[in-house]
């Protein structure tokens, strides 16, 4: 009887197994058929999907490209205003740097270029007003030649009164 009772059994499951199991072969067909699908449409699929993505490298390459130029622009300007700034800078300290040098020149008591300016410029004046001065040279005079005799002298004195002591002492 147990033989009996297991197909009785097994009866029951496989009616109510059949609706899962259809279902079952349903998904499966379904995937099969998505996949031959697939395998038709692929290839287009790939070419279409390839045109897409070169489109958006093209949008985000250009965004980049723009957003590249605004920040060379900025840096460009913030060169350029550095550069300014240490113009300024360097000019001001160029200036402490004259006046300081000006001063200490006028506590030497060395005159500044504009004095001496106006000092070329009056003897320019001064040399129109008296050209045949200025024209005419003077003999140049032998100061030196006069000052070796002079010494020549002094030392002819000096050797005299050695010979005198040297004649007592003998």
């Known amino acids: 009887m147990s033989s009996k009772s297991t197909p009785r059994s097994a009866a029951p499951q496989s009616s109510a197994a059949d609706p899962v199991r ?4 349903q998904i499966w067909l379904a995937g099969l058929g998505a996949f031959n699908k697939a395998q038709e449409e692929g290839g287009k699929m790939f070419d279409v999907l390839v045109q897409e993505g070169l489109a958006m490298q093209r949008k985000a390459q250009t965004a ?3 957003k590249l130029s605004e920040a060379g622009e900025k840096v460009s300007s913030m060169a350029q205003e550095l550069g300014n700034r240490a113009t300024g800078q360097w000019d001001r300290l160029e200036g402490l740097f004259e006046e300081r040098v000006a001063r200490a020149l006028q506590r030497l008591g060395i005159p500044s270029a504009r004095e ?3 000092l070329r410029a009056r003897l320019a ?5 008296t050209p045949a001065r200025a024209t005419r040279k003077a003999p140049a005079k032998k100061a030196a030649p ?3 005799a002079g010494a020549k ?3 002819a004195k000096k050797s005299a009164p050695r010979k005198a002591a040297r004649k007592k002492a003998a």
């Open 22 to 25: 259809e279902s079952a072969h």
């Open 64 to 66: 980049a490209e723009e």
């Open 116 to 118: 001496v300016q106006t």
């Open 125 to 129: 004046e001064l040399e129109k007003q």
């Open 146 to 148: 006069a000052k070796k």
């Open 153 to 155: 002298k002094a030392a």
